[in-house]
């Protein structure tokens, strides 16, 4: 069975903030491929769905 649907609520959110901590310090990192301004959402989402892809698409907020 799924660990996350045994898991308390407490055993989850430990994890998670455990997880973030790992972020936060450099040791937990995905790669990013590419970003978008979130009106470029159509050019966003279709690179998404490109094969190959050598990391994360995300979106920039802010004006970016």
């Known amino acids: ?3 996350f649907r045994r898991a308390s609520a407490g055993e989850v959110a430990a994890l998670y903030g455990e997880l973030a901590g ?8 995905a790669p990013v491929e590419a970003t978008y301004a ?11 769905l490109e094969p190959g ?6 979106f920039t907020f802010g004006g970016e």
Do not use: C, P, Q
Request: hydrophobic content about 45%; cysteine-free.
């Open 1 to 3: 069975m799924n660990w």
């Open 22 to 29: 790992l972020v936060a310090e450099g040791t937990l990192t």
């Open 38 to 48: 979130l009106a470029d959402y159509e050019k966003a989402f279709a690179h998404s």
């Open 53 to 58: 892809r050598s990391g994360k698409i995300l």
